[in-house]
């Protein structure tokens, strides 16, 4: 069964950094793209960066571009995301989102149960 | 970057009847726009992607079409379990874009 997993949500200061991490299992970690998607309490949702199967290729969100590093280590099927410079804007539910076919569309089939980072003083 | 918007924001159907959500992209996506199904305190559920194909399990009572910027999503048959917020995404280009969601309530 594919299973993904976030962990290392909280509270935050502004200006402060957080780590996310997804724990990935049940697939060939290595073979999928994967995305971190947000979604801000009550509002809707926000792709957020995405990275290719190998780590060579990542991408970002304007609103996280300069703040944010995605990441992988495929031998521990781990996804991460270094969230710096947080604002309070960055306040939301963070999904790790695995697409639907290695080499295919970012269509995300499986998703976590989300972390919740807030940023507050 | 490719703005998505969805309409109605909301949506309030008895149980049986037909729903139809459209979303519209400011620029041609080609087939490339997916649905997504929320419920509260979940993560969103593909429903479709390439704009027409269900995703595995998916009921048939969902479909979805379109093509190039207006696309469409269809309930045949509202079910009470439908109750949800939809979501488009457009894969076609970076950075990935949703639109902002319909509400779909049950009367």
């Known amino acids: 069964e594919v299973q993904v997993l976030e962990s290392g949500g909280g509270l935050v200061q502004p200006g402060g950094s957080l780590r996310l991490s997804c724990a990935a299992s049940?697939?060939?970690?290595?073979?999928?793209?994967m995305s971190w998607v947000r979604q801000a309490p009550g509002k809707g949702l926000e792709w957020v960066s995405a990275?290719?199967?190998?780590?060579?290729?990542?991408f970002y969100g304007d609103s996280v571009k300069g703040r944010f590093i995605i990441s992988r280590d495929n031998s521990k099927n781990t996804l991460s995301l270094q969230m710096n410079s947080l604002r309070a804007e960055d306040t939301a539910v963070y999904y790790c989102?695995?697409?639907?076919?290695?080499?295919?569309?970012?269509?995300?089939?499986?998703w976590g149960q989300g972390t919740l980072v807030t940023v507050s003083s | 970057e490719i703005v998505m918007t969805q309409s109605p924001a909301t949506l309030s159907v008895s149980p049986g009847e037909r729903v139809t959500l459209s979303c519209r992209a400011s620029?041609?996506?080609?087939?490339?726009l997916a649905w997504y199904q929320q419920k509260p305190g979940q993560a969103p559920r593909l429903l479709i992607y390439?704009?027409?194909t269900r995703a595995t399990g998916l009921p048939a009572r969902f479909s979805g079409s379109g093509s190039g910027t207006e696309f469409t999503l269809t309930i045949s048959s509202l079910q009470s379990e439908d109750s949800a917020v939809y979501y488009c995404?457009?894969?076609?280009?970076?950075?990935?874009?949703f639109g902002g969601g319909t509400n779909v309530e049950i009367k």
């Open positions: 390439g704009a027409s």
């Open positions: 990275i290719g199967g190998s780590g060579a290729a990542t």
């Open positions: 049940g697939f060939t970690f290595s073979s999928y793209a």
């Open positions: 995404q457009q894969c076609h280009d970076w950075p990935l874009t």
């Open positions: 989102a695995k697409v639907l076919y290695s080499g295919g569309s970012q269509v995300f089939d499986n």
């Open positions: 620029q041609s996506v080609s087939s490339n």
